[in-house]
């Protein structure tokens, strides 16, 4: 069944400290509409410039994943994203006062919470899913980052990651469904090694670090004098850590919380691709540089089927005068109510036809599929689909009444998207071979708003009946 949309019911908001640029920031996530996605707005900035969340919009991931358009930006946006999608939230427009998004604990736990707090609401529009049916693959060389996209039914992560260090060793972790963000991955927080810490306050940067909001993993034994540096510099009383292992001997939730972070962060970076996705992304060594190129090569393929897509839109002219009407067809056809599926046919050559069926919401069928979420049966699209051709197949005749057709054969059936009530749709349907002893092979398509919705192949046959059709026993299509 298809999913609805989703937008927050009420704005909500957070506060904190940026980690890098160690600003003060109030971000607040407010509702959206239903095709609005995910947008950044600085409205500490004249003129309250937007940034679309945009992985082409990127412009820095030496630390995070940072924003920018017509110079303005804003940093470190991957934990609040990956909250969003990890909801699944659909629209969000995010306000913030600040260049950073606040780092909190360092993990997207703080941002899951307040969008459960301020819950959500359905939308009307149906969650579109880029469904992957081939395989993306990306590679860094110089930093050793393997990055593999390939079809799933889920949208499923897997990472494996190796620090060269005695502490954290090689580790993985897996997501295997979206459901599972919330509980197991939004609440792993992100990770630092001292020296790189070090180097990071040397350049002026880190200025929000706190061991509240970030793992700092000790590689090495660290001396007494070092340790009461480190002390002054994050205003703690103390500091310590036995041998190797983690600043101030922070317990880790999960003994591969650093990988599940690594996981956090791609979800978090792969909402840049602009909708979301139905695929299994495994990665080794992931950073955002690596996240944030794989996810420009995810969006190239979204551009390239939505391209698809609009050049496979078929046009038809449903106003022209119709070559057969609801009352030719009953008497060519046997079906009546409620199993005559055709109002009228607008076109026919010498080898193809073009019929119309105008979905009411007082169709019997929509009272038990489903209730309160119609959906036009597939089956009966395929059965409107064969009456179709059953109208062309039984023109090919003299006195169609005394013929009907039955199936004898349906292959290569494909349904690509709901049909509900008020949709018009068109069948069109094409000779495969010429008609032989009474075979009719045809190719078939449905549209609804000139795009496809389903397809198949139909082989049915013409037999002559003693009787006219009206008063033999009724024949299948």
Request: charged share 25%; with cysteine; net charge negative.
């Given at each position: 069944?298809?999913?609805?949309?989703?937008?927050?019911?009420?704005?909500?908001?957070?506060?904190?400290?940026?980690?890098?640029?160690?600003?003060?920031?109030?971000?607040?996530?407010?509702?959206?509409?239903?095709?609005?996605?995910?947008?950044?707005?600085?409205?500490?900035?004249?003129?309250?410039?937007?940034?679309?969340?945009?992985?082409?919009?990127?412009?820095?991931?030496?630390?995070?994943?940072?924003?920018?358009?017509?110079?303005?930006?804003?940093?470190?946006?991957?934990?609040?994203?990956?909250?969003?999608?990890?909801?699944?939230?659909?629209?969000?427009?995010?306000?913030?006062?600040?260049?950073?998004?606040?780092?909190?604990?360092?993990?997207?736990?703080?941002?899951?919470?307040?969008?459960?707090?301020?819950?959500?609401?359905?939308?009307?529009?149906?969650?579109?899913?880029?469904?992957?049916?081939?395989?993306?693959?990306?590679?860094?060389?110089?930093?050793?980052?393997?990055?593999?996209?390939?079809?799933?039914?889920?949208?499923?992560?897997?990472?494996?990651?190796?620090?060269?260090?005695?502490?954290?060793?090689?580790?993985?972790?897996?997501?295997?469904?979206?459901?599972?963000?919330?509980?197991?991955?939004?609440?792993?927080?992100?990770?630092?090694?001292?020296?790189?810490?070090?180097?990071?306050?040397?350049?002026?940067?880190?200025?929000?670090?706190?061991?509240?909001?970030?793992?700092?993993?000790?590689?090495?034994?660290?001396?007494?004098?070092?340790?009461?540096?480190?002390?002054?510099?994050?205003?703690?009383?103390?500091?310590?850590?036995?041998?190797?292992?983690?600043?101030?001997?922070?317990?880790?939730?999960?003994?591969?919380?650093?990988?599940?972070?690594?996981?956090?962060?791609?979800?978090?970076?792969?909402?840049?691709?602009?909708?979301?996705?139905?695929?299994?992304?495994?990665?080794?060594?992931?950073?955002?540089?690596?996240?944030?190129?794989?996810?420009?090569?995810?969006?190239?393929?979204?551009?390239?089927?939505?391209?698809?897509?609009?050049?496979?839109?078929?046009?038809?002219?449903?106003n022209k005068d119709p070559l057969y009407t609801i009352n030719d067809i009953t008497k060519m056809l046997p079906h009546r109510y409620p199993f005559l599926m055709v109002d009228k046919v607008i076109e026919m050559d010498h080898n193809s036809i073009v019929g119309i069926k105008n979905?009411?919401?007082?169709?019997?069928?929509?009272?038990?599929?489903?209730?309160?979420?119609?959906?036009?049966?597939?089956?009966?699209?395929?059965?409107?689909?064969?009456?179709?051709?059953?109208?062309?197949?039984?023109?090919?005749?003299?006195?169609?009444?005394?013929?009907?057709?039955?199936?004898?054969?349906?292959?290569?059936?494909?349904?690509?998207?709901?049909?509900?009530?008020?949709?018009?749709?068109?069948?069109?349907?094409?000779?495969?071979?010429?008609?032989?002893?009474?075979?009719?092979?045809?190719?078939?398509?449905?549209?609804?708003?000139?795009?496809?919705?389903?397809?198949?192949?139909?082989?049915?046959?013409?037999?002559?009946?003693?009787?006219?059709?009206?008063?033999?026993?009724?024949?299948?299509?």
């Open positions: 069944m298809s999913e609805k949309k989703r937008t927050l019911k009420s704005p909500v908001s957070v506060s904190g400290v940026g980690l890098h640029t160690g600003a003060s920031a109030t971000l607040t996530i407010h509702p959206a509409d239903e095709n609005y996605g995910y947008k950044f707005q600085r409205i500490d900035v004249d003129g309250k410039p937007i940034i679309e969340a945009d992985c082409d919009l990127v412009v820095d991931t030496s630390r995070g994943t940072t924003l920018g358009k017509n110079g303005v930006k804003v940093s470190t946006v991957e934990h609040v994203l990956a909250a969003l999608v990890g909801m699944q939230i659909d629209n969000a427009h995010i306000e913030i006062d600040g260049p950073e998004v606040p780092i909190m604990d360092g993990s997207s736990k703080p941002f899951v919470e307040a969008i459960e707090k301020a819950g959500f609401v359905e939308q009307d529009a149906i969650r579109e899913y880029f469904i992957v049916d081939s395989t993306l693959t990306y590679e860094d060389p110089e930093k050793h980052v393997e990055m593999l996209m390939v079809p799933s039914e889920e949208y499923r992560l897997t990472v494996m990651v190796d620090y060269n260090s005695d502490v954290l060793g090689t580790q993985h972790a897996s997501m295997y469904h979206i459901g599972e963000f919330k509980d197991e991955i939004s609440k792993c927080r992100t990770f630092v090694f001292l020296h790189e810490l070090e180097m990071l306050l040397k350049h002026g940067l880190a200025k929000g670090g706190d061991l509240n909001n970030a793992i700092v993993i000790v590689a090495q034994e660290v001396s007494q004098e070092k340790l009461d540096e480190l002390a002054r510099l994050f205003n703690k009383p103390s500091m310590k850590v036995v041998g190797k292992g983690v600043l101030n001997n922070l317990k880790l939730q999960y003994q591969n919380e650093p990988a599940r972070h690594k996981l956090l962060d791609i979800v978090g970076d792969m909402a840049l691709v602009g909708m979301p996705l139905k695929a299994h992304i495994l990665s080794a060594r992931p950073g955002h540089a690596g996240n944030v190129a794989f996810a420009k090569k995810v969006k190239e393929l979204i551009q390239a089927e939505k391209a698809k897509r609009k050049a496979r839109i078929v046009q038809f002219d449903l979905v009411s919401f007082n169709e019997p069928f929509f009272q038990g599929h489903f209730p309160d979420n119609p959906v036009f049966p597939g089956v009966l699209q395929l059965e409107a689909m064969a009456q179709v051709g059953g109208i062309f197949a039984l023109s090919q005749v003299p006195d169609p009444e005394f013929y009907s057709t039955y199936f004898m054969k349906i292959d290569g059936v494909k349904f690509k998207q709901k049909v509900l009530p008020g949709d018009t749709v068109v069948f069109k349907l094409t000779l495969e071979s010429p008609i032989r002893r009474g075979l009719v092979n045809m190719r078939g398509v449905a549209y609804v708003n000139g795009r496809e919705v389903c397809e198949a192949v139909m082989l049915a046959q013409i037999i002559k009946d003693k009787q006219p059709k009206s008063e033999s026993a009724t024949a299948s299509v």
